[in-house]
Each structure stands twice: as C-alpha cells, then as structure tokens.
C-alpha cells in the first residue's frame, strides 16, 4: 500500500492544502484534479514590475516579448512572478505591499488558491531598489573566504524573504576561460574548485534562509568562442567534465540547492536548452538533483529563432520540457497556448508537462505556498497596517549598518595589492594627485547587475537609493590634512584626450599620484563590462592606458588603481608604478576599501581569482594551460601573466617552513597527510592565503600544468606561527580519462604548497600506487587544510 496515499487529511481540507499529509501525495492529487490549462499556467512566469504606489503589480513589456493579458491568464493560475523587484524602482516596504496584493488576487482567481512563486536577482545583492549593492563575485573569489561569503548570501536571503520572494537567480558558477568575455564579473574566478567552493557557500548561505538558489549557467556558457556573449562553446568533452561542470557538481552535492537555470549556448552543436544528457541525465540521474530547472530569459524560444532547432513554438516547447526544463522565464511564450496545443493533438506527451508540473508543486508545497493557511503578506508587513501604503514607505530598510558593514568586510579581503616598492601604505603625504576616470564616479564600484547600474540608468532623476562615496570622498576622509587634487584626465572610453594635460600637471606638483582606471558596468554594449559588454583585447578601455603613459612619464610616484569588472593589461604600470591596487567592482562600501588599503589601516589579503595579463591579445588563457599551453621557442605569443591566478601582497612577511609528510606513498583510494608551519615574521597582523596546487607529471590524457585542491585563510600576529596539517585524498587527483570515465591513476604527483600558482612555496613529491581506479560523484572533494590539532608532532 502506498504509505503516501494512506494518509488521511483533514475533513473538509483539499488534500494538496493539508500540510499534514506528505507532500508527494498533495501534489498528486492536486495534478489529478487540475485541467491541461490549469496545469501549463504553472510551468511559466510572468514578468512584472511591482507598484510604487501600493497597487497590484504590473506586467512588464520587454523588447523582445508581446504583451501579456493578466487577466486572461490567471483564472488558470501562474507559476512565476518575474522581477517584481528588479524591474522599475520601488520602495521596498510599498512594493512588498503591491507584490501581497498581487498574490493575493492570484491564489483567488485560480480555482485553487495557488500563488506564485516570485523570483529576483541577486547576483551581487538584493537587486531592488535600496538594497545593499555586494561586490560583484569575481570579488567574492578574491577573498578566498566561503565563510564570508556564507554569511553575506544568508543577509542576502532575509532582506529577500522578508518582502516576499521566494527564489534569487544566483550564483553564477561559469568558470572564466577568456576574460574578453562582459561577465566575467558575474564569475567567481578561472579556478573551478574556487568557484566551486565559493559559490556553495553562497548557496548554502541563500539557502539557510528559505530563498530558493539558483546555480547558472548550465553548462558552458563562459566557454564561448572569442568571448562573445551567446556564441557557440567549442569545449570537448573532458574540458567540459573536468573546468566547467565541478562547480555544478559540488553545489548540487554540498548546497543543498533547488534551481538550476541553462545556459543559452551551444556546445558541439547541442544547445543547452535541449541536452537531454546533461538536464537529466547527468543533473538529475548521476547527481540526483530533485529541484526544478528553469530557463534562462528567452531561452525555450532561442531554440527555434537563435539556434534553429526547432521549427516554431510548440516545438520548441516540446525540445526544452523533454530535455528537463520544467518553467519558462520571464514570460510565457512556448509553455502557453503552444504546448497547450501540442499536448492536446499529441506532438508532446502530457506526461512530460506532468513531470515538470511535479517538480514545480512539490517546491511550492515545500515553501508553504500551498498551504490553507497561506498568507500573500511576508515578514515586513506582519502586524502593519496596509491601507494606506504612504505610510509604510521607508519602514522596510534593505540597506542597513549590518548589511553594510559586511559590504564593506567582504570588499576588504577582496582587494588586491599586486606590486608594491614600499611606496604603500602612504606615510602622511600632503599633496595628492588623485586622477583618473573613476576617481571621482560614484557608481565604478558597481556590477553590471546592482540595481543602479541594471535598471535605474532607465530612470534618470531617481535617487540611487544607496550611499556611494567616491574614492574622492572616502581618501578626503582617509587623509584629512592633505591636499587633494583631483583630475579626471579622460573618460572610462570616450577617448577624449583633451583632460590629460591638466591630469599630468595635477600628478607633476603632487608628492603622489593615484591614477584610478578601469570599467563602467553596463548591459549589452552601454558599458565596457557587464552582459554583452565583451571586448576584442584586454587592453584598457578608451584613453586609459595613455592618460596612465602620460603619469608614468613624469617623477612623481605612481600608485595604479583599478576598479574594474574583469583583468587589464597594463603596460608599462607593470614595471614602473610604484604600486598596483586591484579591486573587481566592490560594492558600495568599496571605496572604503580601497582607501583603508592605500592609507594601511587594512593590510590586504586578497587574491587573484584571474589571472593579470602581460600584453592584451593573449587570450583565451588561463592558468589552467597544460605544458603546450605555455611560453615556448615556437610561438611568438607569451601567454604567461604579469600577476598569477592566486597572487596577492600583504604589508607583513610570511615564512612557510618545516614541511613533514606522514608517507610519500599512498593507494590510489588512499589519501596523504602533509604538516607545514607558516609564521608572521613581519611587524604587523595580516593573513596568508595557503593554496594548494596539484601537479601530474605524467598522465594517460593531457593535464593541466597544476590545478587547485584546496586552500586557507590564516590570521597571524606578529611573530605568531601556525602548524597547519593539509589532507589530500587521491579522489582530488581524478581526471577523466581516455574512455571518458573519471579515475585515479597511479604514478607520481606533487603537493605544491603556494602563496600563488606561480609561487610554491613546499613541494611533496608523493606517489599513488596499486591499480587504476574508477571514481563517480560520490567521491571526496577537498582537500582541507586546517590547524594541527594540539599535541600532534
């Protein structure tokens, strides 16, 4: 007997509004009872914009979308609200009041009280109006700190829930294999056991929270040929097994997530959208993920007009729900009228919008949507009044000294000291040239999905919503008895040349000059980095790299800053600034950063996640290149990086001594255990980044020249030393081999113990040993590296 069906509901209760029976058997009969209509409306979203006066939301009409007729959908319920908070600006206490109202009259109209499920971005915070804008997460992996990161995806999580969403589009967990392409600031990093770590916690973290996470884009997306936004990805298979898809696996497996989004790419002529194998079989048959999978904006309908795989919309509804998606986004196009149609004359099998409306209820039901005892008001409004939404404006703040305060934590370990002469920390300087296109510009520490930089540029004349201090602001406060002259030079890429005089005789009386470059977030080709902002060449954008020549030409010392959305080239600065400063776009208390770096309150502590490169055009390239992939004799292109993925400085030294392995040899289903100390031996607390790097000498398949296994954060005192024990199972050394099946393989290995990829520090030579072994995804994943445990020799 099913034990599911057995369960008797409450009298007089609908079984699927009974939370007292399991949610399988709700949701089943909650299917059994609905009509084809009734069951297609939840499989689609609609995209809305929620009411700046109080009142239901309203539907959104994008470029690419007719409009849609809410009244005529919803007496057949709806699946998705899309954006309410991401799509026009908005108090949030008065659009949480909209958004209730807005589910309150669709669970009334639908025969069976269902309501939506509302979703909004949040890839570098909340993206509404007067949200904390985050730093963006190339940043996030710059901290090499998933603690951190953990925590600001669970604020995050409750200033989202508390105004009624349910589901953030995020993280991104692409791993960057050309850094021409605009998003590389939505990446983590080049790194996929970075980025896979990273984004897990920030699942883990939304996730805590009930918001309901979502990995994207899968798979391949970041791969596309020459960088270009939406081209098709060449990557083979074990490039695709090995870079791209770990990340994926590790959030699944260790996130606890509930939502995947695909990718709009083809790869090898298989667009995502309609890749059976990986949507179903690898996602949910090998891994076992049981959430829902919903398509990227547009994407069941790029099948039939981008990729020319489906002849029209019933098709290409057809292709996308066979394959595994189970909800159009942003609004309804294909899962509509068209599958309606197709499932009715029998093009698509009624049990495949069966198996995607399963998905989609039982996550409801999970969020207490289904719930008879459901209420359209969240947390903000428990216990206030809603008749008259002028009096709730400004009573739900999203922005906060708790949420900005860990802004403004994250956005510190995430800068980067790359060079320094001794010219930093600044000792007291009275005359400071502060120069450059983002010197004085309030929004360059924006990504291209913070709320200002996405959708207010729409709406000019409405306040930010946020504080943004400059990095005028911020170094008037830093320094207060210095004189600070500030000359714009030229714009981020208007290629204005005309400001850069005045600029060289600002730095030329100066005692130093901080020349302050890099991007303007944007969308589609409206910004230099950003969704469809790719470049040709990693050259500066516009006028940037002259007005830096012009600097650099004189005697005044010059300290580069970069605030920027993906890794520059930089000329001559590699050599003759006195001191690079990198930060990737870090939110609204960046600048702070920034300038507690320059003045050496903060001693820095991050990391590269990308790779700086030497010249503009050698890309694509990562650190990730086998031995072909490296400088040579035969190749005039010289793809080594003037700063190394993991790189960073810190204002004190740090020695790494004493290394002990418990045993050089080890089965191929066995693990090593390496113990090293690393002592402060300079005069001032800093942190060091432990990474460890894994090297195969020789292997059946072509390997990386290293990879990262794993890595830590050590707070250290002056003079304090830390012994610190590195668990390296042989699962970390697994690798798809020739018949496309993941092993371990025995032979000899290095433990590189590193500061960076191009600085080892302790090198173990290890060996594997005993017979070939097959691995899957239940093997070890890490490699951690934790204190010694007291006593332990």
Same mark, same amino acid.
């Given at each position: 007997?099913?034990?599911?069906?057995?369960?008797?509901?409450?009298?007089?209760?609908?079984?699927?509004?009974?939370?007292?029976?399991?949610?399988?058997?709700?949701?089943?009969?909650?299917?059994?009872?609905?009509?084809?209509?009734? #069951?297609?409306?939840?499989?689609?979203?609609?995209?809305?914009?929620?009411?700046?006066?109080?009142?239901?939301?309203?539907?959104?009409?994008?470029?690419?979308?007719?409009?849609?007729?809410?009244?005529?959908?919803?007496?057949?319920?709806?699946?998705?609200?899309?954006?309410?908070?991401?799509?026009?600006?908005?108090?949030?206490?008065?659009?949480?009041?909209?958004?209730?109202?807005?589910?309150?009259?669709?669970?009334?109209?639908?025969?069976?009280?269902?309501?939506?499920?509302?979703?909004?971005?949040?890839?570098?915070?909340?993206?509404?109006?007067?949200?904390?804008?985050?730093?963006?997460?190339?940043?996030?992996?710059?901290?090499?700190?998933?603690?951190? +990161?953990?925590?600001?995806?669970?604020?995050?999580?409750?200033?989202?829930?508390?105004?009624?969403?349910?589901?953030?589009?995020?993280?991104?967990?692409?791993?960057?294999?050309?850094?021409?392409?605009?998003?590389?600031?939505?990446?983590?990093?080049?790194?996929?056991?970075?980025?896979?770590?990273?984004?897990?916690?920030?699942?883990? =973290?939304?996730?805590?929270?009930?918001?309901?996470?979502?990995? #994207?884009?899968?798979?391949?997306?970041?791969?596309?040929?020459?960088?270009?936004?939406?081209?098709?990805?060449?990557?083979?298979?074990?490039?695709?097994?090995?870079?791209?898809?770990?990340?994926?696996?590790?959030?699944?497996?260790?996130?606890?997530?509930?939502?995947?989004?695909?990718?709009?790419?083809?790869?090898?002529?298989?667009?995502?959208?309609?890749?059976?194998?990986?949507?179903?079989?690898?996602?949910?048959?090998?891994?076992?993920?049981?959430?829902?999978?919903?398509?990227?904006?547009?994407?069941?309908?790029?099948?039939?007009?981008?990729?020319? +795989?489906?002849?029209?919309?019933?098709?290409?509804?057809?292709?996308?729900?066979?394959?595994?998606?189970?909800?159009?986004?942003?609004?309804? #196009?294909?899962?509509?009228?068209?599958?309606?149609?197709?499932?009715?004359?029998?093009? +698509?099998?009624?049990?495949?919008?069966?198996?995607?409306?399963?998905?989609?209820?039982?996550?409801?039901?999970?969020?207490?949507?289904?719930?008879?005892?459901?209420?359209?008001?969240?947390?903000?409004?428990?216990?206030?009044?809603?008749?008259?939404?002028?009096?709730?404006?400004?009573?739900?703040?999203?922005?906060?000294?708790?949420?900005?305060?860990?802004?403004?934590?994250?956005?510190?370990?995430?800068?980067?000291?790359?060079?320094?002469?001794?010219?930093?920390?600044?000792?007291?300087?009275?005359?400071?040239?502060?120069?450059?296109?983002?010197?004085?510009?309030?929004?360059?520490?924006?990504?291209?999905?913070?709320?200002?930089?996405?959708?207010?540029?729409?709406?000019?004349?409405?306040?930010?919503?946020?504080?943004?201090?400059?990095?005028?602001?911020?170094?008037?406060?830093?320094?207060?008895?210095?004189?600070?002259?500030?000359?714009?030079?030229?714009?981020?890429?208007?290629?204005?040349?005309?400001?850069?005089?005045?600029?060289?005789?600002?730095?030329?009386?100066?005692?130093?000059?901080?020349?302050?470059?890099?991007?303007?977030?944007?969308?589609?080709?409206?910004?230099?980095?950003?969704?469809?902002?790719?470049?040709?060449?990693?050259?500066?954008?516009?006028?940037?790299?002259?007005?830096?020549?012009?600097?650099?030409?004189?005697?005044?010392?010059?300290?580069?800053?970069?605030?920027?959305?993906?890794?520059?080239?930089?000329?001559?600065?590699?050599?003759?600034?006195?001191?690079?400063?990198?930060?990737?776009?870090?939110?609204?208390?960046?600048?702070?950063?920034?300038?507690?770096?320059?003045?050496?309150?903060?001693?820095?502590?991050?990391?590269?996640?990308?790779?700086?490169?030497?010249?503009?055009?050698?890309?694509?390239?990562?650190?990730?290149?086998?031995?072909?992939?490296?400088?040579?004799?035969?190749?005039?292109?010289?793809?080594?990086?003037?700063?190394?993925?993991?790189?960073?400085?810190?204002?004190?030294?740090?020695?790494?001594?004493?290394?002990?392995?418990?045993?050089?040899?080890?089965?191929?289903?066995?693990?090593?255990?390496?113990?090293?100390?690393?002592?402060?031996?300079?005069?001032?607390?800093?942190?060091?980044?432990?990474?460890?790097?894994?090297?195969?000498?020789?292997?059946?398949?072509?390997?990386?020249?290293?990879?990262?296994?794993?890595?830590?954060?050590?707070?250290?005192?002056?003079?304090?030393?830390?012994?610190?024990?590195?668990?390296?199972?042989?699962?970390?050394?697994?690798?798809? =081999?020739?018949?496309?099946?993941?092993?371990?393989?025995?032979?000899?290995?290095?433990?590189?113990?590193?500061?960076?990829?191009?600085?080892?520090?302790?090198?173990?030579?290890?060996?594997?040993?005993?017979?070939?072994?097959?691995?899957?995804?239940?093997?070890?994943?890490?490699?951690?590296?934790?204190?010694?445990?007291?006593?332990?020799?």
């Amino acid at each position: 007997m099913n034990t599911d069906m057995a369960v008797e509901n409450t009298p007089g209760l609908p079984r699927w509004n009974d939370p007292s029976v399991p949610v399988t058997a709700r949701v089943d009969a909650l299917i059994g009872a609905m009509t084809l209509e009734e #069951k297609t409306a939840q499989l689609y979203g609609v995209w809305v914009g929620a009411s700046d006066q109080g009142g239901e939301v309203a539907p959104h009409q994008h470029e690419m979308e007719e409009a849609v007729d809410l009244d005529a959908l919803l007496p057949d319920g709806l699946g998705q609200l899309t954006r309410p908070f991401g799509t026009v600006p908005v108090d949030a206490a008065v659009g949480a009041l909209s958004l209730a109202r807005t589910q309150a009259r669709i669970a009334a109209t639908n025969r069976f009280g269902i309501p939506a499920l509302a979703h909004d971005e949040c890839l570098a915070g909340f993206a509404a109006w007067g949200a904390t804008a985050y730093p963006v997460p190339l940043s996030w992996g710059a901290t090499f700190d998933p603690g951190l +990161v953990r925590r600001m995806a669970a604020t995050i999580g409750r200033d989202m829930r508390s105004v009624g969403v349910h589901q953030g589009l995020a993280p991104v967990l692409d791993v960057v294999r050309d850094a021409r392409w605009g998003r590389v600031e939505e990446t983590i990093g080049e790194d996929p056991y970075l980025v896979g770590t990273i984004g897990t916690a920030y699942v883990q =973290g939304l996730e805590s929270t009930g918001i309901v996470a979502t990995l #994207k884009h899968f798979a391949g997306y970041s791969a596309s040929r020459a960088g270009r936004n939406l081209a098709p990805s060449s990557v083979g298979p074990r490039e695709r097994a090995d870079v791209l898809l770990p990340p994926f696996e590790m959030a699944v497996r260790e996130g606890g997530v509930r939502s995947v989004m695909n990718a709009y790419t083809d790869t090898d002529g298989m667009p995502s959208a309609a890749d059976e194998a990986l949507l179903t079989g690898l996602l949910r048959d090998t891994w076992g993920f049981d959430g829902t999978v919903v398509a990227d904006y547009f994407a069941i309908a790029f099948l039939a007009t981008l990729h020319g +795989v489906a002849a029209d919309w019933a098709e290409a509804a057809g292709t996308a729900l066979h394959a595994g998606i189970d909800v159009e986004l942003p609004n309804v #196009k294909t899962y509509g009228a068209p599958l309606t149609e197709a499932v009715a004359d029998g093009r +698509v099998p009624e049990k495949l919008v069966d198996r995607a409306l399963r998905r989609i209820l039982t996550q409801k039901a999970e969020l207490g949507l289904l719930d008879a005892d459901w209420s359209p008001l969240p947390p903000a409004l428990d216990g206030v009044g809603q008749d008259d939404p002028e009096a709730l404006r400004g009573r739900v703040d999203l922005d906060g000294p708790e949420n900005r305060a860990l802004a403004r934590a994250l956005a510190e370990e995430a800068v980067v000291l790359l060079s320094n002469d001794g010219t930093l920390p600044l000792d007291r300087p009275r005359r400071i040239a502060l120069i450059g296109p983002n010197a004085d510009e309030p929004v360059a520490v924006l990504g291209c999905y913070s709320f200002p930089q996405h959708i207010g540029v729409r709406h000019p004349g409405t306040p930010l919503g946020i504080g943004l201090p400059t990095l005028r602001d911020t170094l008037t406060a830093e320094f207060p008895d210095a004189e600070i002259t500030v000359a714009r030079g030229t714009g981020v890429d208007d290629g204005d040349l005309s400001g850069i005089q005045e600029a060289v005789r600002a730095a030329r009386e100066a005692d130093i000059a901080l020349v302050v470059l890099g991007d303007r977030a944007g969308l589609f080709g409206r910004g230099t980095s950003g969704e469809g902002c790719d470049v040709e060449s990693l050259v500066l954008p516009g006028a940037q790299q002259q007005l830096l020549d012009a600097v650099l030409d004189l005697e005044t010392p010059v300290v580069t800053v970069l605030i920027a959305g993906r890794p520059y080239a930089l000329g001559r600065a590699v050599q003759e600034s006195a001191a690079i400063v990198q930060s990737f776009f870090p939110g609204q208390e960046g600048t702070h950063a920034i300038a507690g770096v320059l003045s050496g309150r903060t001693n820095p502590s991050g990391r590269l996640p990308v790779g700086v490169p030497r010249g503009p055009g050698s890309q694509p390239s990562t650190y990730l290149g086998a031995r072909l992939a490296q400088a040579s004799d035969v190749s005039s292109i010289d793809p080594t990086p003037a700063f190394a993925f993991g790189h960073g400085l810190s204002y004190t030294r740090f020695d790494w001594t004493d290394l002990t392995v418990d045993a050089d040899e080890a089965p191929t289903d066995g693990e090593f255990s390496l113990a090293f100390t690393v002592r402060n031996t300079g005069g001032r607390a800093g942190t060091e980044v432990v990474q460890l790097y894994l090297h195969d000498p020789v292997a059946s398949v072509v390997q990386p020249v290293q990879r990262l296994v794993g890595y830590t954060r050590v707070d250290l005192e002056p003079g304090e030393a830390r012994r610190l024990r590195a668990t390296v199972p042989a699962d970390v050394a697994s690798f798809t =081999g020739r018949d496309g099946r993941r092993i371990v393989e025995p032979g000899l290995l290095e433990l590189r113990l590193a500061a960076s990829s191009a600085d080892a520090r302790l090198t173990a030579q290890v060996a594997l040993t005993g017979a070939e072994r097959q691995v899957d995804h239940t093997r070890r994943l890490h490699a951690p590296i934790e204190p010694e445990p007291a006593g332990r020799a």
